[in-house]
């Protein structure tokens, strides 16, 4: 019906692709009266390349998590990239199960968003050619792509920010011991404030969930040597554990109970929060993940990409 070749019509349907504006125009207006729609499985199999990234998604209630999936879904969509997401539950030690799924729709790559896999399916995607890529989580194998932001340097600015504000019977709220991301934020942050003459901080764990964050909440609280600071792993523990403490204790938070968050998420920001953090430059990241996903790396690759924050101090840690 256009008069052109199969290949002019394929041409017509790339984005990018060297064909002139006149036999574009004749294509799309022949496929709008054939209401003909490019099959995208079938030119996968054609090129060996389905154009999906595949991405996993760990606590989909963790604000964080949900800015990184709009930072990537955007700009992958302007790459002409197609995502699939899937979310993983919060009691699964790994999405190995999720990850299944998708590699059965032949995704170009994966990315993780504070999910792991196991190292069985890690190798396997190796095997298969497909690159893995950690987003704000330290992978357990010692293999793929990490990007993450300053987990060590932003929890050593908290701390010298907290004993900088007076503090100093501090507490560190924690994710759960097997994250690596976890342990690099809490051992900056112990080795920083033990090395100025201070009692390891009181360790609890939040597991980076909200009802989890506020039992830890209560019982650091509750006890006789109630700490006068919290480090909590992320915001979102933080803003729980605000909330524990201004509507179930009554204490003033800054003055009497500092709390600092990690992320920065935009809730941390919010009049009512005014949370102090150490940022998480999410946009940053996702174009860092854009231009590695973009170049088609090789499956076998090892690279860590660390993105550095800046701290931003706010009311919950204002003493005066």
Same mark, same amino acid.
Not at 47 to 53: D, L, N
Not at 99 to 106: F, H
Not at 297 to 320: C, I, Y
């Given at each position: ?7 002019a019509v394929s041409r017509a349907f790339t984005p990018g692709a060297s064909v002139s504006a006149e036999t574009r125009d004749r294509v799309l207006a022949a496929a709008q009266k054939l209401s003909y729609r490019p099959n995208l499985l079938a030119r996968s199999l054609v090129m060996g &390349? ?19 999936? $709009?930072?990537?879904?955007?700009? /992958?969509?302007?790459?002409?990239? %197609? ?10 030690? #790994?999405?190995?199960?999720?990850? !299944? ?18 190292? #069985?399916?890690?190798? %396997?995607? @190796? ?32 701390? !010298?920010?907290? /004993? ?18 976890? &342990? ?9 404030? #033990?090395? %100025?003459? /201070? ?18 909440? @209560? !019982? ?45 998420? !935009? ?12 940022? %998480? ?9 854009? $231009?590695?996903? /973009? ?26």
């Amino acid at each position: 019906m256009a008069g052109v070749s199969q290949a002019a019509v394929s041409r017509a349907f790339t984005p990018g692709a060297s064909v002139s504006a006149e036999t574009r125009d004749r294509v799309l207006a022949a496929a709008q009266k054939l209401s003909y729609r490019p099959n995208l499985l079938a030119r996968s199999l054609v090129m060996g &390349r389905s154009g999906i990234i595949g991405i996993v998604m760990g606590n989909p209630k963790n604000p964080s998590c949900t800015a990184a999936i $709009e930072a990537l879904s955007t700009r /992958l969509a302007k790459a002409g990239k %197609h995502i699939l997401i899937f979310t993983s539950e919060k009691d699964k030690a #790994t999405a190995d199960v999720h990850v !299944e799924d998708l590699l059965k729709y032949r995704v170009d790559s994966l990315v993780l968003i504070a999910a792991n896999i196991s190292t #069985t399916l890690a190798d %396997h995607c @190796r095997a298969s050619g497909i690159p893995v890529i950690h987003f704000n989580r330290v992978g357990k194998n010692a293999s793929g792509i990490t990007i993450t932001g300053a987990n060590i340097a932003g929890a050593r600015q908290i701390a !010298e920010h907290l /004993l900088r504000q007076g503090y100093r019977n501090l507490a560190y709220m924690a994710n759960f011991r097997g994250a690596k991301t976890n &342990r690099q934020r809490e051992v900056a942050f112990t080795t920083f404030v #033990t090395s %100025h003459g /201070l009692p390891a901080p009181q360790c609890i764990l939040g597991h980076f969930q909200r009802d989890g964050a506020m039992a830890a909440a @209560r !019982e650091l609280l509750s006890r006789r040597r109630r700490p006068d600071a919290i480090f909590c792993a992320n915001d979102y523990m933080a803003l729980a554990t605000m909330e524990v403490a201004r509507f179930e204790f009554g204490i003033a938070v800054g003055r009497e109970l500092g709390i600092a968050g990690f992320d920065d998420i !935009e809730q941390a920001s919010w009049p009512s929060f005014d949370l102090t953090t150490y940022s %998480h430059p999410v946009d940053i990241m996702a174009d860092k993940a854009l $231009e590695i996903l /973009l170049q088609d790396p090789d499956a076998d690759r090892t690279m860590d990409v660390v993105v550095e924050g800046e701290l931003k101090f706010r009311g919950s840690t204002r003493r005066d």
